[in-house]
């Protein structure tokens, strides 16, 4: 299997040229809409992986429509009002593997980011490694796995459609150096063209979003900035490695040098 857009095993970072990659591997398929499937790039082993698979990705769909009809109803709208913003409800799976990692402190299994679609179901492992930020990554809180629980994260286009109402979570998989951990992502987002805009701006707010724009463009925009960082990040890193191997000229006060 190779990986992109249509899915399967890639390893590492996903973002070309960044300056320190993140410590998993990942599997990944797209299975909604169903016309997305590509089973060329679905493990074909153990055999009954596609039939779980398919199951699983179903009742995962069933189980974040019905979170997306209560958060509808907790913003005063119809049960139906996020799903049908999402116009045909895309659905990725990623399962992430983390190697256990002999100086974890150098690195991270999955670099601190928000989830760019509508809601996301998180299974984990009881290794524990998910952390979430409220303070814009000063302090972390880790998400202690409770065994047969999902963790429910809500991304940026949730946060859009709520205008903010709804927080998307700010969060970072950290690895260790004792177990490796695994973690399976399911990912619900919009249509591509999906418009994405506040369905509600309630008395004296302001809406989040200047202008309706499509999904794509949403997170075209959110690429190009995590792009942009990536870059400088890797240029300040480029430029320290070469300020630490210019030799430094000795500094001393003008009455040693003269006396
Ligand atoms: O492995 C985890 O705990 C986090 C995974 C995650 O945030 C993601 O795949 O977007
Ligand atoms: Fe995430």
Redesign the pocket.
């Given at each position: 299997m190779s990986g992109g857009k249509k899915g399967g095993f890639i390893v590492s970072s996903h973002l070309q040229g960044e300056a320190v990659q993140d410590w998993r591997e990942i599997v990944t398929f797209f299975s909604y809409p169903t016309r997305n499937r590509d089973y060329s790039r679905w493990p074909d082993k153990p055999e009954a992986w596609r039939a779980v698979t398919e199951e699983y990705s179903q009742k995962l769909m069933e189980l974040a429509c019905k979170l997306l009809g209560v958060l509808s109803e907790a913003m005063g709208l119809e049960t139906e009002a996020l799903t049908k913003a999402c116009v045909d409800m895309d659905q990725k799976v990623?399962v992430?593997f983390?190697p256990k990692c002999p100086q974890p402190d150098l690195t991270l299994?999955?670099k601190r980011?928000t989830?760019p679609g509508t809601i996301?179901l998180?299974l984990?492992d009881t290794v524990g490694?998910?952390q979430a930020t409220r303070d814009n990554g000063k302090t972390w809180i880790t998400v202690q796995p409770v065994e047969g629980a999902f963790v429910v994260n809500l991304g940026d286009h949730g946060h859009y459609l709520s205008n903010g109402r709804f927080k998307n979570a700010d969060?970072q998989?950290v690895v260790n150096s004792n177990s490796s951990r695994l973690?399976i992502?399911t990912f619900q987002n919009p249509a591509p063209d999906a418009t994405v805009y506040p369905l509600k701006i309630r008395e004296g707010e302001k809406s989040v979003l200047d202008e309706p724009i499509t999904f794509a463009e949403m997170y075209r925009r959110k690429m190009s900035k995590d792009i942009d960082i990536a870059m400088k990040k890797k240029l300040a890193k480029d430029q320290l490695l070469k300020d630490l191997e210019t030799p430094k000229l000795e500094t001393k006060p003008i009455e040693e040098i003269l006396s």
């Open positions: 990623v992430n983390y299994g999955l980011h989830d996301t998180l984990q490694g998910l969060h998989a973690s992502a």
